[in-house]
């Protein structure tokens, strides 16, 4: 039996998350990040991957959707967990059947709140600051067939005071995913193991 867990990041966009990620389990003997996976050949995520000297791939829709290249890739890298870090499509069947439970997103927000489709990054903030919310923060959840519907696995809040805007709610929610992401998907990952240990 392999002891190593290996894990996927999708993402679509900047990659810090990605990046925090990677830093974190750079010295952990038994997680390691196996490739970065994004549907945007151009994102900045993809520099970083080069960057860290992780291995990245790229798919375009149809593949995602009408293929098994994103699955057949997974399983060639054996590939245990998927974590989507700024990843903007819908999960297709194909994958969620292969991986219960081990598809994990981070939305910026208080789901069920700020959730659903076109709720990603800026759009998040600038709704929740429009709303005047006194506080905003993290949900950290399962991904299943919906956008942002899963099971959530953690959440974490920040205030939002009177001078914030979009922009410096974005910094104040980005900072709480740096620090619990990585944790969380460790915690996840430990969980596992000593459930199936278990039985
Ligand atoms: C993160 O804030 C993440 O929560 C959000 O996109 C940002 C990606 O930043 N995800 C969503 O909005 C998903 N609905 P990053 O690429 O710098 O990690």
Redesign the pocket.
């Given at each position: 039996m392999k002891k190593e867990t290996h894990i996927a990041i999708f993402?679509s966009?900047?990659?810090?998350?990605?990046q925090r990620i990677c830093e974190y389990f750079k010295e952990n003997p038994s997680i390691k990040i196996s490739t970065i996976i994004t549907n945007k050949k151009d994102a900045y995520?993809v520099e970083r991957a080069k960057n860290l000297g992780i291995p990245s791939h790229y798919f375009n829709r149809s593949q995602f959707y009408s293929s098994n290249n994103v699955l057949s890739y997974l399983k060639e890298n054996e590939i245990d967990f998927i974590i989507l870090?700024?990843f903007?499509w819908l999960v297709p069947q194909n994958l969620l059947e292969s991986y219960p439970n081990k598809i994990i997103n981070?939305?910026?927000a208080l789901l069920p709140n700020y959730g659903g489709k076109g709720?990603?990054?800026m759009h998040?903030h600038e709704a929740v600051i429009a709303n005047h919310e006194k506080e905003s923060g993290i949900t950290i959840h399962f991904v299943d067939e919906n956008y942002?519907e899963g099971k959530t696995i953690f959440q974490a809040k920040c205030q939002i005071d009177a001078s914030d805007d979009a922009e410096s709610l974005a910094q104040k929610?980005?900072l709480l995913?740096y620090e619990h992401f990585p944790k969380v998907i460790e915690d996840v990952i430990i969980n596992y193991k000593h459930n199936k240990n278990d039985k």
């Open positions: 993402g966009g900047n990659g810090t998350n990605a995520i870090a700024g903007l981070i939305h910026p709720m990603y990054g998040v942002d929610i980005h995913e």
